[in-house]
């Protein structure tokens, strides 16, 4: 089972993970290195959409500030309503990167 998320997706929408956080219905956008993650959720925060950042010791109870550290796969989570547009700012970065 792999949690490598491709972005291109069409039918990827239907069969995203989805979860309330709060009383928002948020959906799994991707899982990848924390370095990637980060950055991604930096340009999505900018854009003025919540990301929600989930490591591997989330179900465990262990805040996020103690895991600061942690550089493996985390998830990040954005509200379902944001999805759509989330996936799009993802990909016009992705395509202005040299290949």
Partial sequence: MSDHHD???EDQHQH???RLIGE???ELLLSAPR???EGIRARLEQSRIPVYLE???TSFGLPEAYMGT???DVSLWVPQALHEEAVL???RDHQGEPS
């Fill in 7 to 9: 972005l291109g997706g």
């Fill in 16 to 18: 995203t993970p989805r």
């Fill in 24 to 26: 928002i219905p948020y």
């Fill in 35 to 37: 370095v990637i993650a």
């Fill in 55 to 57: 490591t591997p010791f």
């Fill in 70 to 72: 942690y550089t493996g």
């Fill in 89 to 91: 700012i993802m990909e």
